[in-house]
């Protein structure tokens, strides 16, 4: 199935965003990612560009600063430019994963400064806003646009290290309310994804992920942990006509680890 519609993805090059970049290909999406990653791991990724290329779709891929507030409107040029003429982008997904994991209280490590929350606060759960209404000034977006983000149960409970980007997700869910509120008028709905824990190299960069990855199991009654795959099926059936009324809430997609 070909269409004219596009998914924008923000944070594609891996873990859930990349897994929901094959997803929406599949189905006949064209996919805009933008990502910001190294040079020495580029061949990595353009072997995973490759994999969403086979479907045969048009692929858009920028390595660019997403959060940074003065290039994004460069970087939403360009995407207007290369986009074909009477072409739209019908569904956004902000997985950006850029934040301080540090404890708020340690005799031994740094600790948790203002700064810290601000730039978790700013990449995780604002950039979704700045993003959100740039692209509806640019009058890029479709008259049925879904917009989805990925939270966490990080939202309700406290873990070690894990409080900065605690605050981001909370946040993240409330904007997410507030833009299906709001930018209803023109066609918008809005949804948090908050699935289980996932074996991506964000949870890596977590320290004692391994304690984590551990009790996520034991909780699990479906006992194993959720795949980036189990996400960007979720994030497909909430692009569907089928779904187009449900908007403003956070939908679990955890196996039910989260009921124990």
Same mark, same amino acid.
């Given at each position: 199935m070909k269409t004219n519609f596009w998914a924008l993805i923000l944070g594609g090059s891996s873990g %859930? +965003? %990349?897994?929901?970049? @094959? $997803? %929406? !290909?599949s189905h006949g999406y064209h996919i805009i990612i933008v990502h910001r990653d190294r040079r020495s791991d580029m061949d990595t990724i353009e072997n995973a560009f490759d994999e969403i290329r086979v479907f +045969? =779709?048009?692929l858009i891929t920028l390595n660019a600063d997403a959060l940074n507030a003065e290039k994004r409107p460069v970087i939403i040029s360009d995407i207007e430019h290369q986009l074909p003429k009477g072409h739209q982008i019908k569904v956004l997904v902000h997985s950006?994963? $850029? +934040? !301080? #994991? @540090? *404890? /708020?209280?340690?005799e031994s490590n740094s600790t948790l400064t203002d700064t810290d929350f601000r730039i978790t606060f700013d990449a995780m759960a604002l950039s979704l806003y700045d993003w959100t209404k740039a692209l509806v000034a640019a009058k890029l977006f479709a008259s049925d646009t879904r917009i989805i983000s990925f939270t966490s149960e990080g939202n309700t409970k406290a873990l070690p290290n894990y409080s900065a980007v605690s605050v981001a997700k909370v946040a993240l869910e409330a904007l997410t309310r507030s833009i299906a509120l709001e930018f209803a008028p023109i066609g918008i709905k809005a949804n948090c994804i908050q699935a289980g824990i996932? /074996?991506? @190299?964000? #949870?890596? /960069?977590? *320290?004692?992920?391994?304690?984590? @990855?551990a009790n996520? #199991?034991? &909780? =699990? *009654? =479906? =006992? &194993? %942990?959720?795949?980036?795959?189990?996400?960007a099926n979720a994030v497909y059936l909430l692009t569907t006509d089928e779904a187009k009324w449900i908007t403003g809430t956070v939908i679990k997609v955890d196996g039910g680890e989260s009921l124990i």
């Open positions: %859930l +965003g %990349l897994a929901t970049a @094959k $997803k %929406l !290909a +045969g =779709n048009q950006v994963a $850029k +934040g !301080a #994991l @540090k *404890p /708020m209280y340690s996932t /074996m991506t @190299k964000s #949870l890596s /960069m977590i *320290p004692g992920y391994e304690q984590i @990855k996520a #199991l034991k &909780r =699990n *009654p =479906n =006992n &194993r %942990l959720t795949t980036p795959d189990d996400v």
